[in-house]
């Protein structure tokens, strides 16, 4: 039997007379990829917020490898082993591409072990060129490959990337289905994404949410051919 | 990573070792001495702030402290050695309560600026206020805003009247300098102290790596306080008095302008603004034409419009471009604009 390693039982986040999260029930085993789409304001990201520890549920429980770990700050929930990429690329700015991996790695490894696992990421996002320059002048889609190596280096066995094809390239949307391809080897991955396209090229099985809660979860072409879905996720005419 | 180590240790010798001996030939060794004692509290919130992010409006409350801990303990103990481990200690332990409860707090800038200005000014009222009999603490009585007097000051560890001072306490002051320079050089370049560079930069992203920011942010605050404490101590043996004035707003107020003018994100920076404004204000203190707030106020006015980075990175920057490639390129840092300043 696979190991689940990501599971949440009766989910429920309120923010005022808003439940932006209805009663979730979401399980993932080891090493699957699992994309999460719906229409805006369906309660993906404050979903993917509570797994992360960046906001507490109001109902419910999260479990990862069987443990609780509802209520965790996002640092307790990293140090398990999960890498977690928001929506808004979150790096450093004034430091280089190097030193922003190697800030991940160190978490994990000594300093010297944390310098080859930098080098050796950086080596395989073909970052090799622009490893010295601060993260700062970078374009959009290099800071989102850096952010990936931040996220890979410490090898995850959970991996939570929030939108990681927003506002990139058709070419660097290929490269970073490339990367997530590669980290699926090792640890399970969930995206949550808006992007069509990118679904189809990457996904198996999708949790569509709808409303805070979860409206249906299959293999992506059923999915994408079922009525209700088109009906909520493309408008009522599709 | 720029110059090893080692290179790094190297310079800092020669140049202070210059500086040690060039500068009292030109000032005086006792206006020298405070300008080291200063140049150690610029020092103190030049690492919690430029390296650390953590904007501090009372770090004038840890170099009171350091400075009442030590004429405190001076008095009951009459031996200074201890009375200066204390005062490292006292402001260290407090900035680590204090720091615990804004860190984990989860305050923002705005709110961990109001409650560090807060705290100083209640240390500046509580000490102000204990000028009655009462307020004693051992045989040493706080004196409200008289201050303390006639503790014992820097002896000869072990040997209470082998006392230092004159020529031979300016040295001790730089040594002690040249020491907590070298410390923090070290920190910043341990695992430490670079990852307290990343909290600066992105809180959130450290947070989600698996660092526990607060813990860390809680560690850096109290050792900018001992820095400071220790500075604290020695200006209580130079002035032989330690007054409330120690708390005061202006004296905090000071501390930031220092590091503004110096250049925030570097470490010689906030000792060379802390010695340069703290001695320009001596020079402007011996004539009574201008106010010296005003060409205070009217020198950061001018860096924060013309050199928005501080003196020593622009000097620097501006030595990389006459010399060209043949010198190390210094790391350009892309600071924060600082806030309220």
């Not at chain 2, 904007?55 to 402290?65: E, S």
Request: charged letters at 15%; one cysteine or more.
């Amino acid at each position: 039997m696979v190991e689940t390693v990501l599971e949440t039982s009766g989910l429920t986040m309120r923010f005022g007379g808003v439940t932006a999260s209805d009663n979730v029930n979401f399980k993932l085993k080891a090493r699957e990829l699992r994309c999460l789409i719906g229409p805006n304001g369906a309660g993906k990201s404050t979903f993917f917020k509570c797994v992360t520890g960046l906001l507490t549920p109001t109902e419910g429980h999260v479990y990862m490898r069987g443990q609780e770990v509802t209520g965790w700050q996002p640092h307790q929930i990293a140090s398990l082993g999960v890498g977690i990429k928001t929506q808004t690329p979150n790096v450093m700015d004034a430091l280089s591409v190097h030193e922003n991996i190697w800030l991940a790695a160190r978490r994990f490894y000594n300093v010297v072990e944390a310098r080859e696992r930098a080098d050796s990421i950086i080596d395989r996002l073909a970052l090799g060129a622009i490893a010295r320059t601060q993260l700062g002048q970078l374009a959009h889609g290099e800071r989102q490959r850096v952010e990936l190596g931040i996220v890979a280096v410490a090898d995850p066995w959970l991996v939570l990337l929030d939108e990681p094809a927003a506002g990139m390239s058709a070419q660097d949307v290929d490269r970073m289905t490339e990367i997530i391809h590669e980290l699926t080897r090792f640890a399970a991955v969930v995206i949550v994404e808006h992007d069509m396209q990118f679904i189809r090229s990457i996904a198996q099985t999708v949790t569509v949410f709808h409303q805070g809660a979860v409206l249906m979860e299959d293999h992506v072409e059923r999915v994408m051919s079922d009525p209700q879905v088109r009906a909520v996720y493309l408008g009522k005419k599709a | 990573m720029g110059r090893s180590a080692s290179q790094d240790v190297m310079i800092t010798l020669v140049v202070s070792a210059m500086l040690i001996w060039l500068l009292p030939l030109m000032i005086s060794t006792y206006t020298l001495t405070v300008l080291v004692i200063y140049g150690m509290l610029g020092l103190s919130l030049g690492l919690i702030w430029g390296f650390g992010g953590i904007l501090c409006f009372g770090q004038a409350a840890f170099f009171g402290l350091g400075a009442y801990t030590y004429a405190i303990a001076a008095i009951n103990i009459g031996e200074s050695t201890l009375p200066m481990i204390l005062a490292v200690l006292v402001p260290a332990v407090f900035a680590a309560l204090l720091g615990a409860m804004m860190f984990y707090g989860r305050l923002t800038d705005v709110y961990l600026g109001v409650i560090t200005l807060v705290v100083t000014l209640i240390l500046f009222k509580f000490v102000n206020s204990t000028a009655g009999p009462q307020y004693v603490i051992g045989n040493a009585r706080l004196g409200g805003f008289n201050g303390i007097p006639g503790f014992q000051t820097l002896n000869v560890p072990g040997d209470p009247g082998a006392y230092i001072w004159g020529d031979p306490y300016f040295y001790v002051c730089a040594i002690a300098l040249v020491i907590v320079f070298l410390l923090v050089t070290w920190l910043l370049r341990s695992s430490f102290g670079r990852i307290a560079v990343g909290i600066r930069e992105n809180e959130v992203r450290m947070g989600l790596m698996g660092y526990d920011v607060a813990a860390r942010k809680t560690v850096l605050f109290a050792i900018g306080a001992a820095i400071a404490g220790l500075a604290g101590a020695l200006f209580a043996n130079w002035g032989e008095i330690v007054t409330p004035n120690l708390f005061s707003l202006g004296q905090s107020a000071e501390i930031i302008i220092w590091c503004i003018v110096g250049g925030l994100g570097t470490r010689f920076g906030p000792i060379v603004g802390a010695a340069g404004l703290a001695y320009l204000k001596f020079m402007l203190g011996q004539q009574s034409m201008i106010d010296n707030t005003l060409v205070m106020g009217l020198i950061l006015v001018l860096f924060v419009l013309f050199l928005p980075r501080g003196l020593v990175p622009a000097v620097a920057s501006l030595l990389n471009s006459i010399f060209g490639r043949t010198k190390r390129k210094p790391r350009p840092r892309r600071m924060r604009r600082a806030r309220h300043g």
